[in-house]
């Protein structure tokens, strides 16, 4: 019963920040960006929460588990990409009001504006769809080891737990926006450190140590390299790299801080935390490997570990961590999400004299009627590393080139941005729904198996449109024709 306890509790104690920082929200940006006023720890540690999802948790322990040490590489996509950021942050709060579609119309007018929204609500609901089955699959399984749900059928146990999770992430959500979820972060990023740091070398152990893992592992997976061809390593770490450069939830919080300086203090910090966090997941899924051979469902496999390898309140502790992990990822993104509709579709076109108690019900609403969409796209797959790396890449060869454009090309033309995202993002579409990958590796005389993701061909391919349609086409003077709200 600890689990499912400390998990209620948990539950509780969320929405209960939420209700208390309700009261302190009047107005959309103190909703969207917490009134501007997030301090370099609390920074750090929505940053960390935010970053650290479902894709970690899951994702990549499911790739470690089948691969062993080659995937240690993955981190530093996140890395990498928190490096360029350092050189986007002054330039994103200079020109930065609310969201990184205010920088998109700045530069390349409203249709940049409306498709850059776009892009990102698509991709940031698939990503939430799959915080919400990966936190339904943690709160079923509590449920089911402390005895509930036993007459329950296995589909109907899975419905109601993707329903509780989904009412919960929006609740949360809706009451107070980044005020809440920033705050309840910090707390979150304790919890991950805590929970993961303390279970790696009790599970380690428990496996045989470096000899046991090792021998569990396939023979590719011994070493650091071997297992991923070049083409592996860019369909990996590429669109996860995209992500984070062009991140909206990443940028939002750098936008919360007070200063530029406390902005980018909070950045360099978040290096070592992902590489902490994220090798600890990679490395406790390793001697899961180890320790649960024959697991059907290797995305699960910490939450395994932490039911039945490990001591109870210590795998209480690691399940509360998962459950954190999760629902800072999922409101985060459901926040961003929320935000760009509001802000850059319902305020900028439809009622540009909103006052700030309507925006902020309109916010709440719009936050609520995501939730839903996400719950039914919740139904629909239960794949986590693939459909996360897609997402990655959806938003990242969408939105990525062209808001590096706005921050530091200014010969790039609105026409040229506007075919970067739409041919970028069809290609990955069409790269996707008919599996080019093995056809393109053959084409490219690579062994067989070799696969080229998505994010290859549609990363050139808003390149050249970006950079080739901008050269053959007329610039637009910035700020030219803008009527966004406070000019």
Request: aromatic letters at 8%; a neutral charge.
């Amino acid at each position: 019963m600890l689990p499912l306890l400390v998990v209620t509790a948990y539950m509780i104690v969320l929405v209960s920040v939420g209700v208390a920082k309700s009261k302190s929200v009047h107005d959309q940006t103190g909703f969207t960006l917490a009134g501007r006023s997030l301090g370099p720890l609390v920074l750090v540690g929505t940053l960390l929460a935010t970053w650290t999802g479902t894709g970690s948790i899951f994702g990549n322990a499911e790739e470690a588990y089948g691969v062993g040490f080659p995937a240690l590489v993955l981190p530093f996509a996140a890395v990498f990409g928190i490096l360029v950021l350092q050189v986007m942050i002054p330039g994103v709060r200079r020109r930065g009001r609310f969201t990184l579609q205010d920088i998109l119309e700045d530069s390349f007018g409203p249709a940049a504006r409306v498709l850059g929204t776009l892009t990102l609500v698509i991709a940031y609901l698939v990503i939430v769809s799959y915080q919400i089955r990966a936190a339904s699959v943690v709160l079923e399984r509590v449920l089911s080891e402390a005895g509930f749900l036993v007459d329950a059928g296995p589909q109907a146990a899975h419905a109601l737990s993707m329903v509780t999770v989904a009412v919960l992430i929006g609740a949360y959500t809706a009451l107070a926006g980044l005020m809440s979820v920033a705050f309840t972060d910090g707390v979150n990023g304790v919890l991950m450190l805590v929970g993961v740091t303390a279970a790696l070398p009790l599970l380690w152990s428990a496996a045989g140590g470096l000899d046991g893992v090792m021998a569990a592992l396939p023979e590719s997976g011994r070493s650091f390299t071997g297992h991923y061809s070049r083409f592996d390593i860019a369909s990996i770490l590429l669109p996860s790299f995209l992500l984070v450069v062009g991140d909206a939830n990443l940028h939002q919080r750098f936008l919360a801080a007070p200063t530029t300086a406390a902005a980018r203090r909070a950045a360099w910090l978040l290096i070592p935390g992902v590489l902490i966090v994220d090798g600890v997941i990679l490395l406790v899924a390793m001697a899961g490997r180890s320790l649960l051979p024959e697991l059907s469902n290797p995305g699960h496999v910490i939450l395994e570990l932490a039911l039945t390898q490990l001591p109870v309140a210590l795998g209480a502790l690691l399940v509360a961590s998962i459950l954190a992990i999760i629902v800072s990822t999922a409101d985060s993104y459901l926040l961003s999400s929320a935000s760009a509709l509001v802000h850059d579709i319902y305020r900028r076109f439809f009622r540009r004299e909103a006052s700030g108690s309507q925006l902020l019900r309109a916010s709440r609403l719009t936050v609520g009627g995501l939730t839903v969409i996400a719950l039914g796209l919740a139904f629909t797959s239960d794949e986590f590393f693939s459909v996360a790396l897609f997402a990655y890449t959806i938003y990242g060869v969408g939105i990525t080139p062209p808001l590096l454009a706005a921050l530091f090309w200014r010969r790039a033309t609105p026409a040229g941005a506007a075919a970067s995202m739409v041919t970028a993002t069809s290609v990955a579409l069409w790269w996707k729904l008919f599996d080019r990958s093995e056809w393109a590796a053959q084409l490219l005389g690579q062994p067989e198996g070799t696969k080229v993701d998505a994010v290859v061909p549609a990363i050139i391919v808003a390149a050249v449109a970006l950079v080739g349609v901008s050269l053959m086409t007329r610039p637009r003077v910035r700020g030219e024709g803008s009527t966004q709200p406070g000019d």
